[in-house]
């Protein structure tokens, strides 16, 4: 294996691509929202999210040898919140801009560092106090103008459903790190989409929808670009630093801003753009503090 920083250039690029992947797939999720029940939607991105992610194990020799576990109880809860996360987010996006959406996801880091200090006894540094205090200043300057007016429900909702998503995947990412110890990251993604795509079809007898083929193009296109973004981040991770890939957080919020105004024509709120650079700053100094302790960086749903 490649040691981490051996290839800086090639963990950027990745770093770049899945952004656009990630994005990729958002838009297709939002797209299909109107139409298609949440429980459907999160069947088909993790179902299809597969066919890329066995086809890597299989490349590096992985597969099946790599999906011998001794901690299924870990999966298990690792996979079971990473689940609930893929339901909230969704949910989120089909209410929120794509751009806002994705910019909730980047509490993830933050409450992960809080998550270690309260149940892993690590230490709440000082890096670890203002990334706190830069993400809640930008959530308030995301959500508060919503409140205040008190008109849109639906967006209202969508923040705090983003906020979900985000708690319970910093929850699942905690429990990466325990689990990491013992098990490789191609057997946790593996049984991370197996088991979502298996909550996914419960939701079958709640009512599932007859779909067009172009919809049901883009579910499929959602889980394949999920799956490739996940390999992708994986990959830039082995390559480069996280020290190095952070700034491009900035550059990976290009895509969804474009992608709101060029595909769903959504003008970018001051909220927004005074929360961007607050949640992003705290976000990157969260991770650089994890860095320091071997902390596993957050991969999309």
């Known amino acids: 294996m490649e040691n981490v920083a051996d290839r800086p250039m090639a963990g950027i690029l990745l770093r770049l691509l899945s952004g656009i992947l990630f ?3 958002m838009v297709c999720v939002k797209v299909v929202s109107t139409e298609v029940p949440l429980g459907q939607t999160v069947f088909f991105r993790s179902a299809f999210a597969l066919l890329p992610i066995v086809i890597f194990m ?5 597969f099946p040898r790599a999906l011998a576990t001794r901690r299924p109880l870990g999966h298990l809860l690792r996979s079971g919140l990473g689940a609930a996360a893929m339901f909230a987010s969704f949910a989120a996006v089909a209410r929120l801009p794509v751009a806002e959406a994705t910019l909730l996801a980047q509490l993830a880091p933050v409450a992960m560092a809080v998550g270690g ?17 830069l993400v809640l200043g930008g959530v308030a300057a995301l959500v508060l103008p919503d409140l205040g007016r008190g008109q849109d429900q639906g967006r209202v909702l969508g923040y705090a459903l983003g906020i979900l998503a985000a708690l319970l995947t910093a929850g699942a990412l905690v429990t990466v790190r325990r689990i990491s110890r013992t098990e490789t990251p191609a057997s946790i993604a593996f049984y991370f989409v197996l088991v979502t795509a298996l909550a996914g079809l419960a939701t079958l007898p709640l009512g599932w929808v007859g779909v067009s083929g172009p919809t049901l193009g883009l579910l499929i296109l959602s889980g394949l670009f999920g799956g490739a973004a996940h390999i992708c981040m994986t990959l830039a991770l082995r390559f480069a630093e996280v020290s190095r890939l952070a700034p491009f957080e900035y550059v990976a919020l290009i895509w969804p801003v474009l992608a709101d105004l060029l595909i769903f024509g959504l003008p970018l709120s001051s909220g927004f753009l005074l929360a961007l650079p607050l949640v992003l700053g705290g976000a990157g100094l969260a991770a650089l503090e994890g860095r320091r302790g071997a902390v596993t960086r957050p991969l999309r749903q």
């Open 23 to 25: 994005t990729g797939m």
């Open 58 to 62: 299989t490349w590096r020799r992985e």
């Open 117 to 133: 200090v309260l149940l892993l006894g690590e230490r709440f540094t000082r890096h670890r106090a203002a990334a706190f205090a």
